[in-house]
């Protein structure tokens, strides 16, 4: 590999039992490698795998999947760069787990806002700040809540969650963010978003959105947190 | 009580791919939710005002005109506060688009500043203001200093974004050290949220992307509306001067109307030292001793008095004098022109030869010109010949420069097709889709709406997108989309137009078009002349021309023989191929019934075949009062109201019904007793009423009235429907009157002339309805000897040939303009050639190519038409010297050129070809040339036809009527006339003649596929024959069946013409019939149909 300036995408070890029987082990790589270490410890898991019986008389190796791979200056003092050990270690916990980065969307709607991509995909940057506190973190489901509100579609003066009482320092809204019309489901309702400080300290983002009854008060949510 | 707000800041759909509202939606929905006023502001452009004006003025709300300036790194709203101030609007902007491409604008902050003196300013802050805003607000304020009609102002919008009150607070804060107040807005996009979905496709569209990937540059919500001014109030309830401000604007802006714009008609046409007046009043009374040297009769004299007298009253002299100094001009560069419109009910007109017409022989009204009480513009259409029309276009920008003279913009609007392509791409529907929606959606009923087309598609309606791109390709119908130049609707003025209208560069080089379109024009009562293209006028100034060269007969448009019997008996025959105006299937058809006999009677014809008469349903009356079948009656009111005539008055000239717009007036004034002003125009008046109450009060006002006094009120519901005919289409008499004219001139010409009738008409196409084909046939059955394409005797033109044997004495000559590849220049390059080597003949076709330095691609063109067949050169061996003829030649054989004098083409023996039959022969002249002088392609195909038990046209005419027949025949035209209710027509030809078939929507339906796509059509149906009170017998097909048999057609175009049972025979035999090379990939090329609306 090294000669053909490559670096394997996937690796495939054949083991060719006495009885002709042939059983393969196939690993992936983020980023191409041929660094035997590395790629000893993604096969060491999966070797047991392999069911000798009578013994195999012969093993080989084969890379699938190669990339251009340029050689690269090793780092002087021990241990590899940082971007490669990185990948390694993605590399070895995609082995046991689904592993994903996030990435910005381009939607308004908050649940469109964020998606996943693949941990070796770029990562654009986020469409320009609005110079606001940005929330960091969404809840996969927000959570319901109970608000007290200075006027039926005014801002929170007081929130409950799960039973405990928190009282808003300040709070900053509406944003109202409508479903996108386009997409199939046209039944979600238009939110209003608030950034809400709490006196505790933490700043949290809520919404409010119309009940699915009409004559129901509006309901609340605790959607995601703060920067 | 709330206090007072007015949005100021609204951007209409000529802020184009991003409003989402009509100008009048937004005035209607900002009277309805109670602002003061409101105001236009679309970007760098002024094209909606006119309409937010009108509209703003029907509903009796404060208007403010305004622009939002874009600059480089800054964005303003600007409002004029008076008359000067907006010049200097229109100033700015006119500059910013001359020098920016088309579309685009560019202005700089240093001419900001030098013309903003005046205006009402307010500064856009980006979504979160920042310091670099605050500082250039405080810039912008010190630098307009006192200058402004306001001090500066920064638009502070609320949309629900999350930051509102950031930026409330920050902009309060940045307007207070600027010295600079807020002014509420919520920088409408649209009127109503409803139009989110649209604001997003349009957006779509402007970006080019399907909606789903416009990400941000979509609207989060559909906040962006107007408000009610309550709403407001409590929105900005911590800034009470920014709802204040927005008063203070209005006020400011009171000082401005757009009626306050007129402009004058410039200087260069007075005499020096006289009034305007003065210059008419000495030009038409020279002109009328001209034109009755033994004295000017005195009615016309008395016309003429009164006529000056309401000019002078209304002050539209000048306006006179510039369209007669435009007719002055084309006078004296012999280009023929004529007016049309209103103008011809105007003796003075007449006198000055803009219009040919003369008003006073037909009792025509000059109150339709112009008219005391009604306050509205006059109207000049001038036609040119149309290939000259650009000289006088050039002629009016050189006399005024581009500065004075512009023509009217034209707004291009979503329709049907464009509408549901464009919102179907942006909503991601597939090409297919929106692609057969749009070809379906080809003269689609107006009633039809666009879902059941899509089901008539096959297509799923329950399909979300698709429901939605319907849906919304509904809602943008009549956006605008871009705008264009109108034809020629010239507004010229005595200072800088640019002061008055926004001017930019049009597509085309050295010309400048306004930004508002004709009906704004017209809203405003700025006065307009329209230059007008005529194809016909081309044709009779060639046919003129021609006439004085080989007959020795010199004539113009006024001096065609009046009242010609031959003439009209020829019209009443429907002998009118290439004739004006009544040359179309449906004036054919009418001719033999209506039997033209006299002028007045063309001035009917004309304008009996328009959908305002068709739909009123005047037609049959009409005839069957002409046939005498129907005594004319009148219907009389009330005794005690008045004259018991005055309905025959209005409705005598034309048997009791109503034809033309005029009458349809007066009808509204004597009967229903209208002023002159609401009865004008039905057209014009209708609009109004639908604008303020719907049609139903027209109605009621019109039928009551009559009712009232005393006439018979299923008599007054039909007069009624004839005037909402004619609120679609109707022509006026003087306009009809007009194009009578030309139309009786053309066929004088046609009938004592038919060759130089033709040469004309074939010099001038494109024009008309028939193709070179049709028109050198139809020459042929009048006797006129036609010769074919000559590289020895054609001149680039069609030309004439003494030939005693041939009708008027003349062969014609088929000129190299209808060999189709050649371009005109190589063409009379070629011409010139022949002429100066002493009218030597070419004697090869490489001495063509030497002699004249054609290229490859012309003699080629030439060789394609069979130019060179009288050089004994057949096309197959013409196109094979053809490809020899090389341009480069190398260096060596260049020296020996010159030292020899000889051909530098290289020597070849010359191969043996296989000559063409007949039927490649045919059509390889229907492709070079669109027509040939051989055979029909239908005779050749004769044999198979008959074989198939088709019938031909003679059939047509000779069957009994109600007897079914099968018609195969070449398809001319196909026309679905709006008014037809779906029934298409289509014209369809064989080597005997025309037959007309009808086609009624379900037939039409079914054969769908047929009646679009052939080229040979089969018709199947029954013989329908008018011939009770025809002149000649009127024959139609009504259509049981269509089949398509182009099929037939390229079997035209094999080696032998093959009997079809040969196919079968040579079976498995592929070699055998593969087709020369040469010919093996050639479309059939018989020339497309021509399918009108």
Avoid at chain 1, 65 to 92: F, H, K, S, W
Avoid at chain 2, 169 to 188: R, V
Avoid at chain 2, 754 to 767: H, K, T
Wanted: with cysteine; proline share 6%; aromatic share 6%.
């Amino acid at each position: 590999l090294a000669e053909a300036a490559q670096g394997a995408r996937q690796v495939t070890l054949l083991a060719f039992r006495v009885d002709r029987d042939v059983q393969a082990v196939t690993i992936g790589t983020g980023l191409p490698t041929r660094k035997p270490a590395h790629l000893r410890r993604l096969f060491a898991d999966r070797l047991e795998t392999l069911e000798p019986d009578l013994g195999f008389d012969r093993i080989t190796l084969q890379a699938d999947v190669t990339n251009a791979m340029t050689g690269r200056q090793e780092a002087i003092a021990d241990g590899a760069l940082q971007p490669e050990a990185l990948a390694q270690l993605i590399d070895r916990l995609s082995q046991r787990l689904p592993v994903w980065r996030v990435a910005p969307g381009a939607s308004h709607w908050p649940e469109r806002s964020v998606v996943r991509v693949g941990p070796f995909d770029p990562v654009p940057s986020a469409a320009a700040p609005s110079g606001l506190p940005e929330p960091v973190r969404l809840l996969k489901r927000p959570l319901p809540l109970r608000v007290i509100s200075a006027a039926p579609n005014g801002a929170p003066r007081q929130l409950r969650l799960r039973g405990k009482i928190h009282q808003v320092a300040w709070a900053d809204g509406p944003e109202r963010i409508e479903p996108e019309w386009w997409h199939d489901t046209p039944d979600e309702a238009a939110r209003d978003y608030f950034r809400v400080g709490l006196e505790s300290g933490a700043r949290v983002w809520v919404y409010q959105c119309a009940a699915p009854e009409a004559d129901q008060p509006a309901l609340w949510f605790l959607h995601g947190y703060l920067a | 009580m709330s206090a007072a707000f007015a949005e100021l800041c609204a951007r209409s759909n000529f802020t184009l791919l991003d409003g989402a509202s009509h100008p009048a939606e937004l005035v209607a929905t900002a009277a309805m939710l109670g602002h003061a006023g409101i105001g236009v502001c679309d970007t760098n452009s002024l094209a909606g005002v006119v309409r937010g004006h009108v509209a703003a003025k029907e509903v009796g709300l404060r208007f403010a005109v305004g622009a939002r300036l874009m600059l480089h790194d800054a964005e303003y709203f600007a409002w004029p506060t008076d008359r000067d101030s907006y010049g200097r609007l229109t100033r700015l902007l006119s500059l910013g688009r001359m020098r920016a491409p088309k579309g685009q604008c560019d202005i700089t902050r240093a001419e900001l500043l030098d013309h903003a003196e005046g205006w009402v300013l307010a500064a856009i802050p980006p979504a979160l203001p920042d310091a670099r805003f605050a500082a250039r607000l405080r810039q912008d304020a010190r630098d307009l200093l006192d200058r402004l009609a306001l001090p500066m102002l920064c638009a502070a919008a609320v949309i629900h974004d999350g930051a509102d009150r950031h930026r409330l607070d920050a902009l309060s804060g940045m307007a207070a050290a600027a010295g600079a107040g807020m002014l509420a807005t919520t920088d409408p996009r649209y009127h109503h949220p409803s139009r989110r979905p649209l604001a997003d496709v349009l957006t779509a569209i402007r970006l080019g992307i399907p909606v789903d990937r416009i990400g941000h540059a979509a609207e989060r919500n559909g906040e962006r509306c107007l408000k009610s001014a309550a709403e407001m109030a409590r929105l900005f309830g911590d800034y009470p001067d920014a709802l204040a401000n927005t008063i203070r604007v209005l006020d400011a802006c009171a000082g401005l109307s757009l009626d306050q714009l007129h402009h004058e008609y410039p200087d260069e046409i007075l005499e020096p030292g006289r009034t305007p007046l003065q210059t008419l009043t000495d030009r038409v009374h020279e002109a009328a001793t001209q034109r009755w040297p033994d004295g000017v009769p005195a009615d016309i004299r008395a016309r003429i008095a009164h006529e000056l007298d309401l000019i002078s009253q209304l002050d539209y002299a000048r306006y006179v004098l510039t369209v007669h100094e435009v007719v002055r001009f084309a006078r004296g560069k012999d280009i023929l022109c004529q007016g049309r419109g209103s103008a011809a009910n105007s003796t003075i007109c007449y006198v000055l030869g803009i219009t040919a017409v003369d008003p006073s022989k037909h009792d025509l009204l000059f109150e339709r010109f112009v008219s005391a009480s009604r306050n509205e513009p006059p109207d000049i259409d001038v036609d040119f010949e149309h290939e000259r029309r650009e000289e006088v276009i050039q002629h009016i920008y050189d006399r005024y420069g581009r500065n004075r003279a512009a023509i009217v913009g034209t707004v291009i609007r979503y329709r049907g097709r464009s509408a549901i392509r464009e919102v179907g791409k942006a909503l991601g529907l597939s090409e297919d889709v929106t692609g057969r929606l749009a070809k379906a959606s080809w003269g689609r009923d107006r009633d039809q709406s666009l879902a059941e087309i899509a089901e008539s598609e096959g297509l799923d309606l329950a399909d979300r997108r698709l429901g939605l791109a319907l849906e919304l390709a509904a809602e943008i119908q009549n956006f605008p989309r871009h705008l264009a130049t109108h034809v020629g609707g010239f507004v010229m003025s005595r200072g800088p137009l640019t002061e008055t209208a926004v001017i930019s560069n049009a597509a085309m080089e050295g010309r400048t078009v306004l930004e508002w379109d004709k009906d704004d024009i017209d809203a405003l009562k700025l006065l307009k002349v329209d230059v007008l293209g005529l194809g016909m006028l081309s044709c009779l100034r060639r046919g003129f021309n021609l006439l004085r060269k080989h007959r020795r007969r010199d004539l113009d448009l006024a001096g065609v023989p009046r009242d010609c019997e031959d003439t009209y008996a020829m019209l009443r025959r429907a002998d009118s191929l290439g004739v004006f105006q009544v040359e179309s299937w449906a004036q054919m058809a009418m001719l033999p019934r209506l039997r033209p006999s006299k002028f007045y009677d063309l001035v009917v014809q004309v304008a009996i075949i328009r959908p305002g008469p068709i739909q009123g349903d005047m037609v049959h009356p009409y005839l069957r009062r002409r046939w005498g079948l129907e005594k004319p009656v009148y219907p009389k009111p009330a005794p005690e109201h008045g004259d018991k005539d005055e309905l025959e008055k209005v409705l005598g000239r034309t048997l009791g019904v109503p034809l033309f717009q005029e009458q349809a007036m007066r009808v509204a004034i004597v009967a229903a007793g209208f002023t002159p002003g609401e009865a004008d125009d039905p057209r014009r008046s209708m609009a109004t009423f639908k604008h303020t109450g719907g049609v139903s009060s027209y109605h009621d006002r019109l039928v009551g009235g009559m009712v009232r006094r005393g006439y018979d009120p299923a008599l007054a519901e039909r007069v009624f429907k004839q005037i909402e005919g004619f609120g679609s289409y109707g022509f006026p008499e003087s306009h009809a009157a007009s194009f009578a004219h030309l139309a009786y001139a053309s066929s004088w010409l046609k009938c004592h002339h038919p060759a130089v009738f033709a040469a004309a008409l074939l010099n001038s196409l494109p024009m008309g309805f028939y193709a070179p084909a049709q028109i050198v046939r139809d020459a042929q059955q009048h006797g006129v000897e036609v010769r074919p394409l000559d590289i020895n005797a054609s001149d680039w033109d069609c030309t004439l040939e003494p030939e005693m044997r041939s009708a008027d004495e003349h062969a014609l000559r088929l000129g190299l303009r209808l060999a189709a590849g050649l371009s005109e220049e190589e063409g009379k390059l070629l011409v010139q050639v022949r002429r100066s080597g002493n009218g030597s003949p070419y004697g090869s076709v490489e001495e063509v190519a030497r002699r004249g330095g054609l290229s490859r691609r012309a003699i080629e063109a030439l060789a394609e038409a069979d130019a060179f067949a009288s050089l004994g050169a057949t096309r197959r061996a013409a196109m094979w010297d053809a490809k020899a003829i090389e341009r480069y030649v190398p260096p060596l054989l260049r020296l020996a050129e010159s030292t020899l004098d000889e051909p530098s083409l290289i020597r070849e023996p010359a191969p043996s070809l296989p000559g063409e039959t007949s039927g490649q022969a045919v059509v390889l002249d229907y492709t070079a040339t669109g027509l040939s002088l051989r055979q029909h392609p239908l005779a050749l195909l004769r044999p198979v036809l008959t074989a198939q038990g088709y019938h031909d046209t003679r059939r047509l005419l000779s069957a009994k009527e109600g007897s079914s027949i099968r018609l195969p025949g070449i398809v001319l035209m196909r026309q679905r006339p709006s008014t037809a209710k779906g029934i298409v027509f289509i014209t369809i030809e064989d080597e005997f003649g025309v037959g007309n078939l009808v086609v009624y929507t379900t037939i039409g339906a079914r054969d769908r596929a047929a009646l679009i796509g052939s080229r040979l059509l089969v018709a199947e149906g029954r013989i329908e024959r008018e011939t009770d009170h025809a002149e000649v017998p009127v024959t139609h097909l009504i259509c049981r069946r269509l089949i398509d048999r182009s099929d037939l057609l390229s079997g035209l175009m094999q080696p032998e013409a093959a009997p079809v049972w040969a196919d079968a025979a040579l079976g498995r035999a592929d070699e055998v019939r593969r087709p020369d090379p040469g010919s093996a990939r050639q479309k059939v090329g018989l020339p497309a149909s021509r399918d009108f609306r």
